[in-house]
């Protein structure tokens, strides 16, 4: 008898659904930190894998200014003095809660540095946006008992599930068409849509090479030791901006790269260099010194 009656509830469902009204209460429940973020794909709070599907956020009313900062890792102190020097540079009259909102970060927010818990906790708090990047990825990783012996992410210990949850939730890329933008830790492949990207390259690629059938493969290299293949062409260079313009971090060894089509953001803070933000649409940087260098760069 039940199965009977599953097809029919389920297609039920599926009308109900398609009605606006009744659609919009039957939507999954929206993300945490943003009543204007419009998903693509809904998240999904995963707790058991980091294989969750690709999520891909689009910005649909977005404010009419937006300040994008590269990779924090952890570097607290740097990133509340490049806050507020963005807030005194370009919006002193406006309330520090309105300003948060209009703050991006590229990803990388943990690890290397010494304060990952409270640059998560301040964005999370103040519902600043952010993508994932490899480290979020990997200290969410071991928060859900993967294994890594090395002792820079004991501070996953004391990781508050609310922050984990807000970690998890994040988005992949974010698209703000109003701004021609796209947000990505590591980068994208160029004639590669959006949807064909694995989380794991949004958020290791440096590098591209053509294959013999003429598309585009990405590296990623670990270390300055190892080798940047000599065919390879980092992925900025060749990108013709279909996804908009984007705004990426993740490669602290080539720094800035200003590219026609894109703009890369890790300017590598926690290896005592500087925090970099970038201001839509004028284009302008702004950035301050870290104090110190709490990392020896490695890649
Ligand atoms: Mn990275």
Known sequence: MLTHIYPLMYRLLAFLSSLPLLSSLLAPPSPCYSPSLAWVSPPIHSTSSLANPNFHAVFASPPSE?????????????????LTKIHKAKCADVPLKTFYQRVIIAGDLVNKGPF?????????????????????????????????????????SSLPPTTARWLSSLPYTISIPDHDLLIVHAGVIPDRKLAQHTPYEMTTMREVFKRPDGTYETIQHRSQQQQIPPDSTPWAKLYNGEHGFVCFGHDARRGLQKEKHAIGLDTGCVYGEILTAFVSPGKELIAVQANMAYSKKTG
Not at 66 to 81: K, V
Not at 116 to 141: K, M, P, Q, T, Y
């Open 66 to 82: 937006l300040y994008i900062i590269g990779d924090i890792h952890g570097c607290f102190h740097e990133f509340q003095l490049l």
């Open 116 to 156: 990952s818990l409270e640059v998560l906790d301040f964005c999370r708090s103040n519902s600043i946006l952010a993508v994932r990047g490899n480290h979020d990825d990997s200290a969410l990783a071991v928060f859900r008992g993967s294994k890594r012996t090395s002792p820079a992410y004991h501070w996953t």
